[in-house]
Each structure stands twice: as structure tokens, then as C-alpha cells.
């Protein structure tokens, strides 16, 4: 993995923490509507996809076809004009949740990744296999690792969004 890549994925979880540590139980929980998540649905649904990034790099990487994917602009994740209706199998529990416990969820899912990419065998097979992704289509395994920052950047613009809906209520 690359510097830059641990940079961002560092920063960006950095910035998270920073987002939800000051927030009290209940605007950490509260939902604006019943189809929009609250806060701590946000960042369980952030640790949740992070686990089944693992599970589809490991899977990518057992694949017998080693056909060259080619790149995506997985930026796209970061336009939140275009709405993704999450897998069920990254849908959050309803909670309620505690900041701490979130936090520590999210360092736990940080760390099982980087040691689970620290003993990827051949970092250049990264590149070369791929995993279908539920909402960029075929991807290479080292962009599904690019996308965990991105879809974070996204999910941090939609919690200051709630914050902001959250104080204006008050």
C-alpha cells in the first residue's frame, strides 16, 4: 500500500474522530426522518463496510482468473448528488450506539485492515485482481482499498450535513 494511501485513509479516519467525538448520545443517535440514518448509523455502517472490504480482497485475491480490470474512477463515490443504496450486508444496526464504542469499533476494523494488508503476499497482485463491487462494478483490489477513504470522505460531508439539521432543530 502507498504512503499516500496510508496518509489518506489515516487522515480521513482522523477527521471522523473528530467529527463525532463532541457529540451527546442523543444527537449521536437521532434520525432526522425514518429513511435517513443517524449519525452512529453513519459510522457503524462505515465499520461494516471496512470488514467486508477484507472479505473482498481476500476473496479477489483467491480468484483463479487474474484478468486485468481496468481502473475505475472510484472518485465517483465522492459526488453526493448520486445516492447507493447500501448492501444489506453493510446496513447498520438501529442502535442506539455510544460515541466511545463507535470509536473503538472503528479502530478495531482500522487496524484488522492494515494487518490483514500487511501480510498480503505480492502487493502488485493488488493491481492485477479484482472484486465486483456492488456499486463501481469490477474493481482492482488496491482501488477497493482507495475507495474505503473516499466512501469515509462521503459519510463525513453527510454527518456535518445531519450536525448541521441536528442544531437547526434546536
Known amino acids: 500500500m502507498?504512503?499516500?494511501v496510508n496518509d489518506h485513509l489515516h487522515?480521513?479516519?482522523n477527521n471522523l474522530v473528530n467529527e463525532i467525538t463532541s457529540l451527546s448520545h442523543s444527537q449521536f443517535n437521532n434520525r432526522l426522518s425514518?429513511?435517513?440514518?443517524?449519525?452512529?448509523q453513519v459510522c457503524?455502517?462505515?465499520v461494516l463496510v471496512e470488514q467486508a472490504t477484507i472479505k473482498a480482497i481476500e476473496w479477489g485475491l483467491k480468484k483463479v482468473d487474474n484478468t486485468q480490470t481496468e481502473r475505475k474512477n472510484v472518485h465517483l463515490i465522492l459526488d453526493r448528488t448520486k445516492k447507493f443504496k447500501a448492501p444489506e450486508i453493510v446496513e447498520?444496526?438501529?442502535g442506539p450506539f455510544e460515541v466511545?464504542?463507535?470509536?473503538e469499533l472503528l479502530n478495531g476494523s482500522r487496524n484488522k485492515l492494515l494487518i490483514f494488508l500487511d501480510t498480503v503476499e505480492g502487493k502488485s497482485l493488488l493491481a492485477k485482481?479484482?472484486?465486483k463491487h456492488t456499486a463501481l462494478g469490477e474493481l482492482p483490489l488496491d482501488q477497493w482499498i482507495?475507495?474505503?477513504?473516499?466512501?469515509e470522505q462521503r459519510h463525513i460531508e453527510q454527518i456535518k450535513e445531519i450536525k448541521l439539521l441536528l442544531n437547526a432543530r434546536h
Open 2 to 4: 502507498s504512503d499516500l
Open 11 to 13: 487522515e480521513t479516519r
Open 34 to 40: 425514518m429513511n435517513m440514518w443517524s449519525i452512529a
Open 44 to 46: 457503524h455502517h462505515l
Open 92 to 94: 447498520p444496526d438501529i
Open 100 to 103: 466511545q464504542s463507535i470509536i
Open 129 to 131: 485482481k479484482s472484486f
Open 146 to 151: 482507495e475507495q474505503i477513504y473516499l466512501h
